[in-house]
């Protein structure tokens, strides 16, 4: 396995050396606190291995036999030539033709593979940002708005206002322009506040696009079906990639050299994923936890998906084992404050985290004692190793936000525990900390290594809008849900439940819708950090914006208390091959 992690790395990152792929290490998971998860779904270390026996795994394709290496640099070497070649091609088309120029770096986006065409793309729209786009091709200047504010540039909503009646509302005869009405659609999920124009585009291209469905093909029912449910900007481009791949038709040349390097992208990532979570599996059977506080979930799958969803870019396999870790603490420790412990004892523990002095612990309660100390062994090894890396040692500021986490869990179990709840904007400040989207962050931010100074760090603790408004969008969304945790019967409060509590005589669906409609205003200051000046790394802002993605995927509950489109990722990512 070892031989193969290196081999894989070296595909996608070639200068990175083989000692600089290191073992998996005793750390922690964590997440944004995971509260509505299905009996039926444990996602545990049986489960995870199972997905990499399969016989319809790509594993096939890279066995791990002693020419495995031989094989990887062979795909290397084919691959390699594959993506030059398309770089040329990107260049190539841009130049000729600026609008098929946007169309190949939407499909290479779509298909989730634009980490290989970085330098590209921006060269790309650095030069359309000097392109007035033809005014009466609403697709045109819809993908032109959309794919630059997505690059960071700011580009206003006024650049619609050809396409609307003297009275400001959208002409009627749009309606016949599916393409452009898509596009329109997928331009407005980039609104921030206060821009009007984009909430009209949205709810006109939105009622026109459903208004088509009926006297639509099969095939073009489908392609406005995904866009209507899983629109670009808020979806995974992991998740729609093989939706995509699929549905893409065309007879330009580059659309199938385009598929011919996604199809090996896939395989090759796959491959990768896998041998990331055998990593996983192993660290967390070896940490000895789930035996010992067999209260707590077992479930290191679910809760590397979250890396893997946030840290797209294959370079970045250490970090997600890395990140992992700690996300599975944030879940133990939610478990404990919302299952388990009793209020004294939540209390104690987390005067204990304050505090954060290993050896005056004697007054927990055994399985506090164990998860504490696992706790500790897990922040001093991911501290030492950003220390050795990026020579910063970031051991105080985690103990911190571990320490703010436990905190938030505790204001929550008093609340509780008391029988009242409180207003719906202190429960959602609050929920903003116990989500756990902090915690995630700041790991990474760390572990990323990048732009990493005093006056940053420090930014943190006013907790930025690329965390703040991410954690809400989570918290909101969790609180939509009404499935119960699995095995649990421990208090849980929601936003909805707060808001009807304060609101006597609201409806519980008045109260979803304007949860729902809290959801929307989180995006629209997500989306002005994107063109925001901010001292974060690219890799961190997508990193926070894919965590928002990832969310209704990990909160989205059936009948059945089921988490349909989370099993249909997880199989996508990890089970299924794709054929041309």
Avoid at 165 to 185: P, Q, V
Avoid at 247 to 266: C, I, M, P, R
Wanted: proline residues 4%.
């Amino acid at each position: 396995m070892a031989s193969s992690s290196r081999a894989l790395l070296r595909i996608f990152n070639p200068q990175i050396a083989p000692n600089r792929i290191s073992h998996v290490s005793h750390s922690n998971h964590i997440q944004p606190t995971p509260r509505k998860q299905p009996t039926s779904q444990k996602w545990g270390i049986a489960q995870d291995l199972s997905l990499l026996s399969s016989s319809s795994t790509p594993i096939e394709l890279f066995n791990y036999e002693t020419n495995l290496t031989k094989t990887m640099d062979d795909i290397f070497v084919q691959h390699s030539q594959k993506l030059e070649l398309f770089r040329h091609v990107l260049r190539n088309v841009a130049r000729l033709d600026a609008l098929e120029g946007l169309n190949v770096i939407d499909a290479v986006q779509r298909l989730g593979i634009d980490y290989h065409f970085q330098q590209e793309i921006d060269e790309i729209l650095h030069k359309q940002m000097n392109i007035v786009s033809a005014h009466d091709d609403l697709h045109e200047v819809a993908l032109h708005f959309r794919l630059l504010r997505q690059q960071g540039y700011f580009v206003p909503d006024d650049v619609f206002n050809n396409f609307k009646e003297s009275n400001g509302m959208f002409k009627k005869a749009l309606g016949e322009d599916i393409k452009g009405l898509m596009s329109l659609y997928e331009a407005s999920q980039l609104g921030t506040e206060a821009e009007d124009t984009l909430v009209e585009a949205e709810k006109f291209s939105g009622h026109m696009l459903k208004t088509s469905l009926s006297h639509l093909d099969h095939h073009q029912a489908r392609i406005v079906g995904n866009t209507l449910e899983n629109p670009h900007h808020k979806t995974l481009a992991s998740f729609m990639a093989r939706k995509f791949f699929v549905t893409s038709q065309g007879t330009n040349t580059w659309l199938n050299l385009l598929k011919e390097v996604a199809k090996t992208d896939f395989s090759m990532v796959q491959s990768l994923h896998q041998n990331e979570i055998v990593q996983i599996s192993k660290w967390w059977k070896e940490l000895g936890l789930a035996k010992e506080l067999k209260f707590a979930r077992d479930q290191p799958l679910k809760w590397y998906i979250w890396p893997m969803a946030c840290l797209t870019d294959p370079k970045l396999s250490e970090e997600r084992v890395e990140l992992t870790k700690p996300i599975s603490f944030i879940y133990l420790i939610d478990d404990i404050f919302d299952v388990y412990g009793t209020l004294d004892e939540l209390i104690l523990f987390t005067e204990a985290v304050n505090r954060w002095d290993i050896t005056a612990i004697d007054h927990l309660p055994d399985y506090m004692k164990i998860c504490f100390k696992a706790l500790d062994d897990i922040t001093n090894e991911i501290s030492c190793k950003v220390n050795k890396r990026h020579g910063w040692n970031p051991l105080q500021y985690l103990k911190k936000m571990w320490a703010s986490l436990c905190n938030a869990f505790l204001v929550e179990a008093k609340w509780f525990a008391s029988g009242q709840l409180p207003k719906s904007e202190e429960y959602l400040k609050n929920g903003i900390v116990s989500s756990g989207v902090n915690v995630i962050l700041v790991h990474f931010l760390f572990l990323l290594g990048q732009n990493i100074t005093k006056q940053n760090v420090e930014l943190l603790n006013d907790t930025p809008a690329i965390i703040s408004s991410t954690s809400a969008i989570l918290r909101l969304w969790d609180d939509l849900g009404s499935a119960k945790d699995e095995n649990q019967d421990g208090n849980d409060g929601s936003y909805v439940r707060c808001y009807l509590e304060e609101h006597q005589g609201c409806s519980i669906e008045e109260a979803r819708e304007k949860t729902i409609n809290m959801i929307s205003d989180e995006w629209k200051k997500l989306n002005r950090e994107l063109f925001s000046p901010n001292p974060f790394p690219a890799t961190f802002t997508s990193a926070s914006l894919n965590l928002a993605r990832m969310v209704p995927l990990m909160y989205s509950y059936d009948g059945n208390q089921c988490l349909p489109s989370l099993k249909e990722f997880v199989k996508s990512m990890l089970h299924e091959t794709v054929s041309m």
